[in-house]
Each structure stands twice: as structure tokens, then as C-alpha cells.
């Protein structure tokens, strides 16, 4: 019979001593970053981080140069090919400005709606009073279904940010009417930045698998969780967990 034992190391120690260890993913989460760049010529940048881990989403947006005083829609597109269009592409709106289905094909459509509370699927794309305003920073932890859950962890995810001031009059006007919503005008949804959810490298420390070749007495599997996924993991406890099985008898 094969027993567990756990251990528990400080983190700031493991970190000491690992300064430069990869991070390492616990069995199912996968760490998730973008850097998002400007869409018509918006200015507007943001940097995202996150994970998924099963059907748990948790996205941080932290946004700047977004239209003060004014909601921006947010979603990870899935499906297209996965990219963002370059800031020069043209589209449909006025003077040529892209509208979000002029890159549709790119991005794709959206598969989650990142709103500040409630509901956060498709239907919930346009939910103007749910979403960050200004270059508020957000943070949230979602649950998607299996399938886009699955789509996330194999890097399909494309962050875009909505909302922008194409003429500079200081809010969401003009004469062009938004491809999503006749009611809005296009300035409400047309896409301010775009990033790829990108997935971080998955990386064990070498020479961790023992295949246990030395027979049953001998078979012995230590798993290892370090690094930044870790310590995100343990939170407040800053606590880093070493199992080890071992062949003792419990
Ligand atoms: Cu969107």
C-alpha cells in the first residue's frame, strides 16, 4: 500500500531556492496572459492575465487609454482564426474604422462576455451597465462551459475591448450606427484593442518522472508545484505544497 504524505514548505523559501524555476501547472490549471494593442487607431492598450482551471475562468484586465466616463464592452472572441486584425485594417465604419464584424473572421465571435457581475455568456454582449467604465481595472472569476473551456486552454481566446471615440467629441456618437446594435452608434462597439489569450508554457522539472521501473517497492512519484502559478494558487497562505508518495506503509 502506497501512503501520502504532504509537506508543506514556505513559499518564500521554495522561491529562494528555485529562483529560477519555470512555473509548473497544477494538474488542470492553465495560466492565461494577453497584451492587447490598439484598434482604430484608439491608443488604447491593456494587459490581461488569468487562468482556467476546469470550467473556471478568472480574467484581470488592466486597461488604458479607454474613453473616460463612458462603458466598454469586453469578451474573448473564440473561432475565426484565432488572431487580431492589424490597426491599419479597414472596415465599414465611418472613414473606413473597423467595426466589429469587420473582423469576425479573425477573432471570431464572442464566447464570453466579461461583465462585472451576472450573466456572462453571448446574450450578455452588449450589457452596457455591466461592463468596466473608463480605464477601470477588472477582475473576475467566471464559470464557462466545457467546451469553451477546452477552446481557452488550447489558446483560442482572443481578448477585445470595445468603445471608441473615432471623432475625439468625448463620448459614443456619430452618424454611423453600430453593426451589432442600430441603436448604438458605432463608437459604442467598435473595437479599441485586440490580444490573443495566450497560454503559458507547460513545463515539469526534469528528471521528475521516476517510472517506478525498480518495482513495486520502489515506484515513487513526486510531483512539484513552484513558480508564479503556484504562488498565485496558495494565495494569502503563501503556503507551496511537495507531496510525495512514498512506499511506507501508513
Ligand atoms: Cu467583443
Known amino acids: 500500500m502506497k501512503t501520502t504524505r504532504t509537506l508543506a514548505l514556505a513559499a518564500a523559501l521554495t522561491v529562494a531556492a528555485l529562483p529560477l524555476a519555470a512555473p509548473a501547472m497544477a494538474a488542470d490549471k492553465t495560466d492565461l496572459s494577453a497584451s492587447l494593442t490598439q484598434l482604430n487607431d484608439s491608443g488604447v492598450t491593456a494587459d490581461v492575465t488569468g487562468s482556467i482551471d476546469g470550467n473556471e ?32 485594417m479597414e472596415g465599414s465604419g465611418a472613414d473606413g474604422a473597423l467595426q466589429v464584424s469587420d473582423a469576425a473572421g479573425m477573432y471570431g465571435a464572442i464566447a464570453v462576455s466579461l461583465t462585472t457581475e451576472g450573466d456572462s455568456s453571448p446574450d450578455s454582449g452588449l450589457a452596457v451597465d455591466r461592463f468596466p467604465v473608463g480605464d477601470a481595472s477588472y477582475s473576475r472569476t467566471l464559470e464557462v462551459s466545457d467546451e469553451v473551456a477546452d477552446q481557452i486552454a488550447n489558446g483560442e481566446g482572443v481578448v477585445v475591448l470595445h468603445g471608441v471615440d473615432l471623432n475625439g467629441s468625448g463620448t459614443y456618437d456619430g452618424d454611423v450606427v453600430s453593426d451589432l446594435d442600430p441603436s448604438l452608434p458605432e463608437e459604442a462597439t467598435d473595437p479599441a484593442a485586440c490580444g490573443t489569450l495566450d497560454v503559458a508554457q507547460m513545463s515539469m522539472p526534469s528528471g521528475g518522472a521516476d517510472t517506478g521501473a525498480g518495482g513495486a517497492a520502489g515506484t515513487s512519484t513526486t510531483t512539484f508545484v513552484v513558480g508564479g502559478a503556484a504562488l498565485a494558487a496558495a494565495g494569502a497562505a503563501g503556503v507551496v505544497l511537495l507531496r510525495r508518495r512514498t512506499g511506507q506503509e501508513g
Open 57 to 88: 475562468l478568472t480574467i484581470n484586465i488592466t486597461p488604458n487609454g479607454l474613453l473616460a466616463d463612458a462603458p466598454h464592452a469586453q469578451h474573448i472572441h473564440i473561432g475565426g482564426t484565432n488572431s487580431c486584425p492589424s490597426n491599419d
